[in-house]
Every structure is written in structure tokens, then in C-alpha cells.
């Protein structure tokens, strides 16, 4: 089972996560105004929304301000806007900060998207290993869920180059499509049942895949404060009730 900090992931219901996607540090003070007294299990700071992400210093910083005042198991994640995030470094700059969050170990976990060049990922998947933090390999499509066949097979690719946990979050455009995320999520947690995943479907249509996504082997849902870092994303007051009916 993988762990986040002192989270186990595949115990008990899927944990809670809810994402920090400020663009200053006033608006992180807001949003960690806004997340006190609120029941989740994980933060995830956004840096590719941070106005400050060139000066490693601040960001730094920023770091530390947001450990001390959740006291939470944090995830570092830079989304690059071919997976839906707000950045679009060189490939030298996207694994040179990854590298750099990982040797000063400012987190408890780190997001790495996989479609990248093969062997930096598994390099960077190792050197994570080495620091003892754990490595989300991840993947996201915000226009379209492919083949069942094909999500399973991003899935076990992810395992196989190591991943901590694999991750997929995908736009569903008929029914259909969130039924063949849920059936893979299920498919490849039947054949690695100790392996912990995150499966999303987004939008109002996948709603269902952030609620009942435990039921087929999803270990973790994503919850929103003030702004959702992904499409259909809930309020995160009211989802650890939801996630207990379902159980």
C-alpha cells in the first residue's frame, strides 16, 4: 500500500484530497483560511498556478507557510497545459524543478506526468524513491476518455515504470465513457490489488467517478474550497458524508 506522509492509501474510504490553486500568497492564506475546521486528509499545492513559481525561494517559502499551518501530507504538482494545467516549460525546466523539490524533499509526495521522455520519468520516479517521497505518476485528457483497453494499458505502464500511484483523470462524453474509467479502475485493481490508483472521470458526468470511484479501486477524490482545479470537482464540506453512505 502506498502512503502519503503517515496517509495510507487503500485503507479504509478513498482519502480526501482538496488542491491549492491561489496565484499568491494572499490568496493561499485565504484558501487556508477557508480549509480550516474542514475534513480531508491531503493538500495538493498547484504550483503551476503560483505567480512566484521562477523564484525557487519563494516558492520555497510558500511551502513551508502551507505545511505549518495544515499540519497535512502535502503533494507538489507542476500540470503543464497539455495536461490541463497553467505552465509550459521545456522539458529541462519541467524535470529541473521536479529534481530540485525532490533533493530538498519539500514535500511528502510528488505529481509527475508521464507522457514525458520514458527514462527521465523512471529517473525521477527512483530519486523519489531515494528521498523517500512517494511518486504519483499521472495522466489527464480534458476532451476525451479513450478505449477502456487503452486506460487500462496507461495504467499498467504507470505501475510498471514504478509509480507509488497511478493516476488518470480523463473527460468522459457519453455515459459510456465513465463506465469503461470505473470497469479499468476495477480491471486493474483485480490484478494488483495492493497498488493504489486515482481514477477520475471529470465533469458533471463523471461526478459519480469522485464519489463511488472506492467502490472500483479509486484510493483517492479530489474536493474544492473556492476554485476546482478540474471539472466537476465537490465541495469539499459535504463529500466525506457522501463517501461514508457509499461506503
Not at 509550459?88 to 525546466?93: G, H, L, Q, R, Y
Amino acid at each position: 500500500m502506498a502512503k502519503i506522509g503517515d496517509i495510507v492509501l487503500g485503507q479504509g474510504l478513498p482519502k480526501i484530497c482538496i488542491p491549492l490553486v491561489a496565484r499568491d500568497e494572499e490568496g493561499i492564506n485565504r484558501e487556508l483560511d477557508l480549509m480550516a475546521g474542514l475534513d480531508f486528509d491531503i493538500v495538493e499545492f498547484r504550483i503551476d498556478y503560483f505567480e512566484g513559481l521562477e523564484d525557487y525561494t519563494r516558492l520555497k517559502d510558500l511551502i513551508g507557510l502551507i505545511k505549518n499551518r495544515l499540519n497535512k501530507p502535502l503533494i507538489l504538482t507542476l500540470r503543464t497545459k497539455n495536461e490541463g494545467g497553467n505552465v509550459d516549460p521545456s522539458e529541462a525546466t519541467y524535470f529541473g524543478l521536479l529534481e530540485k523539490i525532490i533533493e530538498d524533499r519539500l514535500a511528502e509526495a510528488i505529481d509527475i506526468e508521464y507522457m514525458r521522455k520514458q527514462e527521465r520519468v523512471v529517473r525521477l520516479v527512483a530519486l523519489a524513491k531515494d528521498k523517500g517521497l512517494t511518486s504519483i505518476l499521472s495522466n489527464h485528457d480534458f476532451n476525451s476518455t479513450p478505449a477502456r483497453e487503452e486506460i487500462v494499458t496507461r495504467l499498467e505502464t504507470m505501475i510498471g515504470m514504478g509509480a507509488d500511484i497511478a493516476k488518470i483523470a480523463l473527460m468522459p462524453t457519453c455515459p459510456d465513457d465513465v463506465l469503461n474509467l470505473l470497469g479499468a479502475t476495477s480491471q486493474v485493481k483485480s490484478k494488483h490489488p495492493d497498488q493504489a490508483l486515482i481514477t477520475v472521470s471529470m465533469g458533471q458526468m463523471g461526478t459519480i467517478s469522485r464519489l463511488a470511484g472506492g467502490v472500483f479501486g479509486s484510493d483517492m477524490t479530489f474536493a474544492s474550497v473556492l476554485e476546482e482545479s478540474a471539472p466537476g470537482q465537490i465541495p469539499a464540506k459535504n463529500i466525506r458524508r457522501v463517501l461514508g453512505i457509499l461506503g
